[in-house]
């Protein structure tokens, strides 16, 4: 029974997996550069979504966050709310996800 | 000896994960009596902060031998170098606010936020006010929290960094993690992997993912930090490593065609193949930033994205205002091939003497006039006579990081194809040798024999 509930898991997960591939295809990469008005860890500590105030436009916008070491830098407050950070992210209906996310820094 | 190589490297990665599981001894009194700095640490452990005063890490300076046109009697490093990946030095870049921008916002910068004090004790301080502003836990607390460690003016309006010393940062105290080191590793060079350009995540380096991390190959004996002969990092503790030593011997492969070829090509050469960050800046061209403040110009790629150029090194190098990299050639003996990430990059040059110049960060920061830059150097290091010229510089930096897997490696054909990675001509072959080395003969039964067995 352990073994055949593990098989639909690994199924869902390639299903899941299959369908993000179709989707980026479609999905729009967006880099802005702004101040970070919220940081909220999930429950589970395996995402994060921040919210920044973009630069140009002045509009406040919520990226996904999932990459281990972007997580960790905002567990260890290495990155912090009013941080100015830059980010490249993959718009996909109303989710962003980033796919970098940096502090500015000269040199 | 493949069983062997495999027992070794397994000695090394459990060597590495059971350290980071025990718990420090000297948690509980910790807990007990609070932190009130290295004088805490030193009931347990004497000495460590005076003999942490007399490293590359706190002095960003060292004698160097090693290296053309230096006076081997004074010490160099991050702290007086000029070079063109930051054009600068901690002198002409010590921690300060910028003047307001545009839009009247100002920040702090400088180069010296990558010390382990609290800037009122700076690089290269001494004394028993250094010893208790070293930041102990920036390194050994898998605790620290950054919100902590930051630029503040204090009461007399001094900039000083400030620390997290929280009870909770020193009772979990450890060797260092790779995220330790990359607190400063990580963005050397403006940003993150722009100088290095490789990675040290976990599905990205070999090492790394069967859980071999910084100080396992760094290994570091009272705080002196043994490290290689990059061209571009100067400063040294005294202690010199390469692959070879406690893991890996010069003739480590069960195929003798790859061992034969260790004698005249470092092991990086094959086992690095790629390197990335930016390959280029010039910092007489300041770029306006939506945030109002300005950046350097500088062209990049992602890490893993370049290739890198490979040259002889006799592990001397050569410094010239216009060019700093290898030393070496084909003939002398002692040269292997490396491999090198090549960057060049753009700033004044001081037409008096053919000297290339620093420049302070803030004045450009705030309004994008890189000569104002120059000018409160200059005036900073005592420096009268100039006349700015701008001009370009070709710097070589070590590509020692994110060994590839092993099946990615270089192998016969990458090499000794017509159109390989070796520009044999470049490196001193003759014609006729090169049609030798270009030959197929040298790798088809070999590579044919391997396709079989794949198929």
């Known amino acids: 029974m352990k073994k055949i509930s593990s098989v639909i898991i690994v199924f869902a997960i390639m299903l899941a997996a299959s369908l993000t591939v179709i989707s980026t295809a479609s999905a729009e990469t967006i880099k802005i550069t702004g101040v970070i008005s919220k940081i909220e860890i999930a429950a589970d500590q395996k995402s994060a979504i921040a919210v920044i105030k973009d630069n140009k436009s002045g509009e406040s916008i919520s990226i996904t966050i999932a990459d281990e070491l972007t997580l960790d830098k905002l567990k260890d407050k290495r990155i912090l709310e009013g941080d100015e950070i830059r980010t490249k992210f993959e718009k996909e209906g109303d989710k962003n996800t980033s796919k970098m996310f940096k502090k500015t820094a000269g040199c | 000896m493949s069983g062997k190589i495999a027992a070794i490297m397994l000695g090394c990665a459990l060597l590495a994960t059971t350290a980071v599981a025990k718990e420090h001894p000297g948690k509980e009194q910790i807990l007990k009596d609070g932190y009130q700095g290295p004088k805490t640490c030193e009931t347990c452990h004497p000495g460590k902060a005076k003999e942490f005063l007399g490293t590359v890490h706190w002095k960003h300076a060292s004698k160097v031998d090693h290296v053309d046109n230096l006076n081997p009697n004074e010490e160099h490093g991050m702290k007086n170098r000029i070079y063109t990946m930051c054009n600068g030095n901690d002198i002409v870049n010590n921690l300060k606010e910028v003047p307001p921008n545009a839009l009247g916002k100002t920040k702090f910068t400088g180069c010296n936020t990558c010390h382990p004090g609290d800037h009122a004790s700076d690089v290269g301080s001494t004394g028993p006010q250094a010893e208790q502003a070293i930041d102990c836990l920036i390194c050994h607390s898998s605790k620290y929290d950054f919100s902590k460690r930051k630029p503040i003016k204090d009461k ?300």
């Open chain 2, 156 to 455: 007399n309006g001094n900039v000083v960094m400030t620390q997290d010393r929280s009870t909770e940062a020193a009772a979990n105290i450890g060797r260092p993690s790779i995220k330790n080191c990359m607190v400063c590793h990580e963005a050397a060079g403006g940003g993150a992997m722009i100088k290095r350009g490789f990675s040290m995540a976990k599905d990205a380096e070999v090492h790394v993912t069967k859980g071999i991390i910084c100080v396992d190959c760094h290994q570091v004996k009272n705080h002196k930090f043994p490290t290689g002969r990059d061209p571009n990092n100067w400063a040294h503790d005294g202690i010199y490593m390469t692959c070879v030593g406690e893991c890996h011997t010069s003739k480590p492969h069960t195929d003798a065609d790859y061992n034969r070829h260790t004698d005249k090509i470092a092991c990086q050469t094959c086992h690095i193949p790629r390197t990335g960050g930016a390959f280029s800046k010039d910092f007489t061209k300041w770029e306006k930033q939506s945030n109002g403040f300005y950046e350097p110009s500088t062209l990049k790629r992602e890490v893993n994205e370049t290739a890198p150029v490979y040259a002889w090194y006799n592990l001397t190098v050569s410094n010239t205002p216009t060019f700093i990299g290898p030393k070496g050639s084909r003939t002398d003996g002692k040269s292997k091939i490396y491999p090198f990430k090549v960057f060049q990059g753009k700033a004044y040059f001081n037409k008096k003497n053919g000297q290339l110049m620093s420049m302070d960060f803030a004045p450009p920061i705030s309004n994008g006039d890189s000569l104002a830059g120059v000018a409160s150097a200059a005036k900073i290091l005592g420096i009268k006579d100039y006349e700015p010229v701008p001009g370009w510089q070709t710097i070589y930096f070590g590509s020692n990081h994110q060994v590839t897997p092993k099946n990615k490696a270089l192998t016969c054909a990458n090499c000794h194809a017509v159109n390989g990675v070796l520009d044999f001509k470049e490196l001193g072959y003759a014609a006729k040798e090169i049609e030798k080395l270009t030959n197929p003969e040298l790798y088809f039964e070999k590579l044919l024999k391997l396709q079989q067995e794949d198929e």
